[in-house]
């Protein structure tokens, strides 16, 4: 009975494992990607590393945006975007 129990702890901990670790992130990255197929030409991005510009093309797995008033254009993956919408500072 002994091992019986210790299966079903187990069985627990892993559960919980699942519901509190994997499931949320599998969300995220669910939710991160539909954002990133739903780009269109005009959006305000902020990149993973911090730039902040306006989407002036997109090419399958790339993007060029525009960075401020001086119109540089740079060109990142898709998955570099972390967010899509004006920056906290400029609110």
């Given at each position: 009975?002994?091992?019986?129990s210790a299966m079903i702890m187990f069985a627990v901990v892993i559960g919980a494992m699942y519901l509190f670790m994997i499931r949320p992130e599998q969300k995220r990255k669910k939710k991160a990607a539909?954002?990133?197929?739903?780009?269109?030409?005009?959006?305000?991005?902020?990149?993973?590393?911090?730039?902040?510009?306006?989407?002036?093309?997109?090419?399958?797995?790339?993007?060029?945006?525009?960075?401020g008033e001086d119109?540089?254009?740079?060109?990142i993956a898709k998955w570099g975007i972390g967010t899509i919408g004006k920056s906290k500072e400029e609110q």
């Amino acid at each position: 009975m002994d091992a019986f129990s210790a299966m079903i702890m187990f069985a627990v901990v892993i559960g919980a494992m699942y519901l509190f670790m994997i499931r949320p992130e599998q969300k995220r990255k669910k939710k991160a990607a539909e954002m990133r197929n739903n780009l269109t030409v005009g959006d305000e991005i902020t990149t993973i590393g911090g730039m902040v510009g306006k989407i002036v093309q997109i090419k399958d797995e790339f993007i060029t945006f525009e960075t401020g008033e001086d119109r540089v254009r740079v060109k990142i993956a898709k998955w570099g975007i972390g967010t899509i919408g004006k920056s906290k500072e400029e609110q």
